[in-house]
């Protein structure tokens, strides 16, 4: 599996923002996020982004993906480059950001295009504290939810085998694969994460 894409998860971020009239909430579009690469890895073995997820008390955040939202000082000079051509935070307390400049789309496969659209048109319209709740009922979160809840740290790094799993406490047709394609697009990120080990 390579490494994280910057160029895809600013064009993601920017296309979030775009759909909901230019500007978005940071932790929505961190949800959104995760719900895009949940449902890819889920159908063809790979996430969107390849970034690093933690969980965190709000749910699953990619850490990579926050770092360009908020212009960190941890990205590189071409990382920031890239992104202040099409995201500006638009408030001092970072809770939104803005598009400045067209999505450009070609960054993505069409797989990558038929997820997101998939999650747009089922979570887009969901206040950002009820997708922090669902987000609480997946396995790649509730793992942690003691840990979280007993104060043993801020956060824990979650791992994509986890996001195969399927929630126990909910209906969730959205995420309901055949168990036999699920089965192999697991092994298609196993055997890509064992490729990468390796070299």
Known sequence: MLGFNYKKAVQLL???????DGQINKMKALKLVWLSDRLHIRKYGRPILNDIYFAMKLGPVPSNTKDLIEGSEFLSDEELSYRNKFLELIDQ???YYKSI?????TVFSQSDRD?????VEHFLKIDPFQLSEISHKYP???????A??????SRFQMDYEDFFENPN?????????DEDLLAMAKD???ESKFVNLTQ
């Open 140 to 146: 790649e979160w509730t793992k942690f939810e003691q």
């Open 93 to 95: 307390n970072q809770r």
């Open 115 to 119: 997820c997101i659209k998939t999650i």
């Open 188 to 190: 298609i990120y196993l």
């Open 148 to 153: 979280l809840q007993k104060g043993e740290s």
């Open 14 to 20: 920017n296309y979030f923002a775009k759909t909901e």
């Open 169 to 177: 406490a909910i209906n969730d047709p959205l995420f309901e694969e």
């Open 101 to 105: 400049e067209k999505v450009d789309a």
